[in-house]
Nanobody
Framework: QVRVVQSGGGSVQPGGSLRLSCAAS????????MGWYRQAPGNQRELVAR???????EYADSVQGRFTISRDNAWNTVSLQMHSLKPEDTAVYYC??????????????WGQGTQVSVSS
């Protein structure tokens, strides 16, 4: 079995900081991309940031310069450090872990979701 467990998040005032962490465990060999997605009420789930197995990163335009994603392949973890938070960052954040099942295919695992609330 594969488990993807998130931690962190919470409530903060605008301009504040929060950190999200995610750990994958179980019958995992390699991991391809790891990332963070978010979904606000009434909206679709959207990409926030992702990082490849070679540590190449990609960010949504809305968080560029404010958020930093990192991964530790030794422990199968991925983190998201969020600075200068805005009310529009309020959402449920989900960890995504892509595990290869063959050379050209992969299976996507999702964390349980963590609430991030930014308000004054």
């Amino acid at each position: 079995q594969v488990r993807v467990v998130q931690s962190g998040g919470g409530s903060v005032q605008p301009g504040g900081s929060l950190r999200l962490s995610c750990a994958a465990s179980g019958s995992i060999g390699l991991i391809n991309d790891m990332g963070w997605y978010r979904q606000a009420p009434g909206n679709q789930r959207e990409l926030v940031a992702r990082v490849t197995s070679s540590f190449v990163t990609e960010y949504a335009d809305s968080v560029q310069g404010r958020f930093t994603i990192s991964r530790d392949n030794a422990w199968n973890t991925v983190s998201l450090q969020m600075h200068s938070l805005k009310p529009e960052d309020t959402a449920v954040y989900y960890c995504r872990v892509d595990v290869p099942t063959s050379q050209f295919r992969e299976f996507v695992y999702w964390g349980q979701g963590t609430q991030v609330s930014v308000s004054s």
